[in-house]
């Protein structure tokens, strides 16, 4: 059974999400394991988002993010400032028509986590090249959708690791 803060440290979709609970569960408390079917279903809608992105598919954004998504995130410039970076479901649209331009991500990371899946709700975090994203996603028509996501860039050791797992390919 999964605790509802996951690993050791715990994870921050499942802390954002007690965030917003009017009484949170006790660190200990334990949720049912959830259907195997529904973890893979929430898989696939963040690789969706991410090989939408990789491959330049924005029908794949379209099928896996909610119209009305609220993405905001941190992006890192080599000097080691930090700019905000908020983003709309058009704009990620667009951005996944252009973002690869031409690149090769065949090998780029897409590391999918799924540490709580509900009946309505769900959360996921991805690595991926640009970065670490947390997503809250819900299950609409029978299909789940990302609705909420926080980023932020990788810092110099986050993106050292990702290099090492992806044989130190540099990856933007």
Do not use: N
Request: glycine share 6%; charged share 25%; aromatic share 8%.
């Amino acid at each position: 059974m999964r605790t509802m803060m996951g690993r050791a440290g715990g994870h921050a979709c499942a802390a954002l999400l007690m965030s917003f609970s009017v009484t949170a569960l006790p660190a200990t408390a334990q949720l049912p394991e959830p259907d195997p079917e529904e973890v893979a279903a929430v898989e696939r809608a963040v690789l969706d988002y991410v090989e939408g992105i990789y491959e330049m598919r924005p029908e794949y954004i379209e099928r896996s993010v909610h119209p009305e998504l609220d993405k905001f995130g941190f992006a890192r410039s080599e000097a080691g400032t930090w700019s905000a970076s908020p983003m709309d479901f058009d704009e990620l649209v667009a951005l996944a028509r252009t973002w690869a331009g031409g690149r090769d991500y065949s090998s780029a990371p897409k590391v999918v986590e799924v540490p709580m899946v509900l009946d309505r709700i769900a959360t996921a975090e991805l690595v991926a090249s640009w970065g670490i994203d947390a997503f809250l996603l819900t299950k609409e028509d029978d299909r789940w959708k990302i609705r909420h996501a926080v980023w932020q860039s990788h810092t110099p050791e986050t993106m050292a690791t990702v290099r090492a797992a992806i044989g130190g390919s540099e990856r933007d």
